[in-house]
């Protein structure tokens, strides 16, 4: 076994290990949910090395890099102000979706115009134009962290693949019977996941461009899919009321999560795998132990439907977004709110931590996008400029840029 190289994955809570074994290149997570400015790192490195054979001692001085790299990141206070840099009058008809690849030095838009726009984060220059879809191309991802790849998914019943150099599509995935509404590549970017209005989803093999499996049991649409970090398994969340999860290698159900009344808006894992969140439209959030698919919080306080949620990178927070118009943080730990973040004169459909994990990023029908303190909730920023609904917002990994997408036809670069 030898190791080729050493790279970070995200950031801030792991490093990515990337070996060879038998000629075959493999990777490997270690997580840092412990990492904070004060950390010793010498004390970390050591434990890492008892903990993993693969960081030999002519390792440790690069991870000790790497780890106060991470450090300086955490260091730096976000108290960073946004100015509006570029705004792109992206499509000829509504956006759907933003998605930024990893570094975030490009990101792509889809649209009802049946296209998906790829674009340059630093010029705001538009680099492809991914034609093809017979219809609203609604489901957009990056195979980060690699970023080479983009997946659409369209109400078309198809998938496609495309390659981020040349704009040329791979393969075309055919045998939904409905529209796809949600996709999700897995993290070794072996596999693509897609999620569908005819209730099933599907595992593709991305170098063959063959269907690997069918993932059948829900009732009704699925509308939220993802991985765990480590592309073992899968969570659909369905507007049949319940979140399962998946085994990715067979498609087997490994269990079915019981305890919502109403549709699930957002179905995601927690960045160790431990556990799972879903949001739901019967205004509540419910936490789940991903080993044994038992509930461990129910979250409420919240008037009206849930429509997004999400983990701080740590998976020490929750954030929810409702239809009340407001957002709220809770403490994994204590299952307590901790933060209410009142200020939106409309419903909240997207919310997002930064990668420090001391701001949250609001987008809201009222055509404002917000930036908040995460422990206290007081707004700090307010992005406006947009004559139509936010839908989609996203921070780059830095947490230095934001994309806005509204259904003004237009996304803004925010720096």
Known sequence: MKLKSLLLRYYPPGIMLEYETSGELKTKCLDLLNLSPSTDVNALVEEIQKAEPLV??????????????????????????????????????????????????????GSYDRTCKLWDTASGEELHTLEGHRNVVYAIAFNNPYGDKIATGSFDKTCKLWSVETGKCYHTFRGHTAEIVCLSFNPQSTLVATGSMDTTAKLWDIRTGEEVSTLKGHLAEIISLSFNTL??????????????????????????LLGHSAEISRALFSWDCSLILSGSMDKTCMLWDAASGKCVA????????????????TGKFIATASADGTARVFSVATRKCIAKLEGHESEISKISFNPQGNRLLTGSADKTARIWDAQTGQCLQVLEGHTDEIFSCAFNYEGNIIITGSKDNTCRIWR
């Open 56 to 109: 030999t001692a002519s390792r440790s001085d690069q991870v000790k890099l790497l780890l106060q790299r991470l450090q300086d990141k955490l260091r730096q206070h976000s108290s960073h102000t946004f100015y509006l840099f570029k705004v792109l009058r992206a499509h000829i008809l509504p956006l759907t979706n933003v998605a930024l690849n990893k570094s975030g030095s490009c990101f792509i838009t």
């Open 231 to 256: 592309g073992n398994r899968i969570v659909t969340g369905s507007f049949d009321h319940t979140v399962v999860v998946w085994e990715a290698e067979t498609g087997r159900k490994v269990y079915t």
């Open 298 to 313: 129910t979250f409420t306080g919240h008037d009206d439907e849930i429509l997004d949620s999400c983990f701080d990178y």
